[in-house]
């Protein structure tokens, strides 16, 4: 579900991947197809977060493993290259948290200047550092990466930073300088109670053949660390 949803909402296209966390050592990954195409007849591949990638896996998983071993609140990730993120990289940029959407990453996610593709361990241990306890990374021309306590959360912030990174290009296109939150209205408005997370995944799922609710929060690492603003655990 979560591989065509990314699909289905323009955020990649041949490339991109994403994961589940299963347990502190292992984890699920998407098969090595375009997401928008992953059937649920396809089988997902198991990785260990200490062993060398399986048969079936994707060279930059090890981003994957990188940051799992990293981030025990983590759940979820996202590896996509979607169109606005990937021409605001390529200024050596990443959004800045100018609306509701983007207070989610404030200031700003960092950004991995090295195009090169993390399929050595030692580039995606760096780019993992780099995440250090944010909720996304940007990867210069090369698209962008997100976590979330769930793959159903890692999800939602894709299309978030995506939507962050539309703004930014409007606003850089003015010729402005624009508004950007203040650090305490980015913490107000980074909330994640009223159902937030769980609406923008209905819509992205909307349609979806499999299609099922959002867990709560409880199923979705209820009292892990969070990334983010003021590094708060979950509301």
């Known amino acids: 579900m979560a591989c065509r949803a990314i699909g289905r909402a323009g955020l990649s296209h041949a490339y991109g991947h994403c994961s589940a966390r299963?347990?502190?050592?292992?984890?699920?990954?998407?098969?090595?197809k375009?997401?928008?195409?992953?059937?649920?007849?396809?089988?997902?591949?198991?990785?260990?977060?200490?062993s060398p990638l399986p048969e079936g896996a994707l060279p930059e998983v090890r981003l994957h493993q990188q940051i799992y071993k990293r981030r025990a609140d983590v759940g979820g990730i996202v590896r996509f290259q979607s169109p606005k993120l990937m021409s605001l990289?390529?200024?050596?940029?990443?959004?800045?948290?100018?609306?509701?959407?983007?207070?989610?990453f404030a200031p700003r996610p960092p950004l991995w200047p090295n195009p090169r593709l993390a399929r050595d361990d030692d580039i995606a241990g760096a780019i993992a550092a780099a995440l250090g306890i944010e909720r996304a990374i940007v990867l210069r021309g090369n698209g962008a990466l997100t976590v979330g306590?769930?793959?159903?959360?890692?999800?939602?912030?894709?299309?978030?930073?995506?939507?962050?990174?539309?703004?930014?290009?409007?606003?850089?296109?003015?010729?402005?300088?624009?508004?950007?939150?203040?650090?305490?209205?980015a913490a107000d408005?980074?909330?994640?109670?009223?159902?937030?997370?769980?609406?923008?995944?209905?819509?992205?799922?909307?349609?979806?053949?499999?299609a099922t609710s959002m867990p709560p929060p409880s199923m979705a690492g209820d009292g892990l660390v969070q990334p983010g603003p003021a590094n708060s655990t979950i509301r």
């Not at 347990?23 to 090595?32: G, N, Q, R």
Request: hydrophobic content about 45%.
């Open 189 to 210: 408005r980074a909330v994640t109670s009223g159902g937030l997370f769980e609406r923008m995944w209905d819509w992205l799922a909307d349609g979806d053949p499999s």
């Open 34 to 50: 375009p997401l928008l195409l992953v059937s649920d007849d396809d089988v997902p591949v198991q990785v260990g977060t200490d």
């Open 149 to 185: 306590c769930s793959l159903e959360e890692a999800t939602v912030l894709a299309w978030y930073l995506e939507d962050a990174a539309r703004v930014e290009l409007d606003v850089l296109g003015t010729g402005s300088a624009g508004l950007v939150l203040d650090p305490a209205e």
């Open 22 to 32: 299963l347990d502190a050592l292992h984890f699920l990954v998407s098969p090595a």
């Open 89 to 104: 990289s390529t200024l050596g940029r990443s959004p800045e948290a100018r609306h509701g959407l983007g207070s989610y």
